[in-house]
T-cell receptor, first 113, second 118 residues
Framework: SAVISQKPSRDICQRGTSLTIQCQVD?????MFWYRQQPGQSLTLIAT?????????ESGFVIDKFPISRPNLTFSTLTVSNMSPEDSSIYLC??????????FGPGTRLLVL | AQKVTQVQTEISVVEKEDVTLDCVYE???????LFWYKQPPSGELVFLIR??????QNEISGRYSWNFQKSTSSFNFTITASQVVDSAVYFC???????????????FGTGTLLAVQP
């Protein structure tokens, strides 16, 4: 398994502002993932973050809106830029371990007013 | 294309009842993994069980058991003697095996909300 922490755990933000979410893992990992879970919905992958290279974004997500940093093998950040109420979601990071199994952080609950 | 279907949106049971959560998947690959995750009201996503496509042996782990049938593309999950603490949203997920170090993304179902009443 993996021990994953996220900061902040929750936040309330004004529209038009940006929020950076941090994800810290207790051991080195090659790939980290960022997911979004809109209210009452399932999880959708935003992007995959490899250390030392640009993140790979899924269809419907763009780097200008969700810039990602991956400065080392235990840390990543996701920024939600120019927020609108539609960005209100839970944002989760995850890491892959054995047999394609992903372990998730506790999530960041974001409310945009 | 990959797809995971959970037709049960909500299930309500009384404590100590057994409950089965259904999951049907679609994939063109012959090598893949299936998962069940639990999301309690706190929001964290907890890994429960994993099965790969080559292992159809059904197992029991404590109060959890699962029934994997490739012939019907189903991966059902049963909780025996349910408890109030089992109340959560349960997600079934599919991942095709990564080749050459690549990792394929998890495809999640829409989730089943389980409410266990005391």
């Amino acid at each position: 398994s993996a021990v994953i922490s996220q900061k902040p755990s929750r936040d309330i933000c004004q529209r038009g502002t940006s929020l950076t979410i941090q994800c810290q893992v207790d051991s080195q990992v090659t790939m980290m993932f960022w997911y979004r879970q809109q209210p009452g919905q399932s999880l959708t992958l935003i992007a995959t973050a490899n250390q030392g290279s640009e993140a790979t974004y899924e269809s419907g997500f763009v780097i200008d809106k969700f810039p990602i940093s991956r400065p080392n093998l235990t840390f990543s950040t996701l920024t939600v830029s120019n927020m609108s109420p539609e960005d209100s979601s839970i944002y989760l990071c995850s890491v892959r371990r054995e047999e394609e199994t992903q372990y998730f952080g506790p999530g960041t609950r974001l409310l945009v007013l | 294309a990959q797809k995971v279907t959970q037709v049960q949106t909500e299930i309500s049971v009384v404590e100590k009842e057994d409950v089965t959560l259904d999951c049907v998947y679609e994939t063109r690959d012959t090598t893949y993994y299936l998962f069940w995750y639990k999301q309690p009201p706190s929001g964290e996503l907890v890994f429960l069980i994993r099965r790969n496509s080559f292992d159809e042996q059904n197992e029991i782990s404590g109060r959890y058991s699962w029934n994997f049938q490739k012939s019907t593309s189903s991966f059902n999950f049963t909780i025996t003697a349910s408890q109030v603490v089992d109340s959560a949203v349960y997600f079934c997920a599919l991942s095709e095996a990564g080749y050459g170090g690549a990792t394929n993304k998890l495809i999640f179902g829409t989730g089943t909300l389980l409410a266990v009443q005391p």
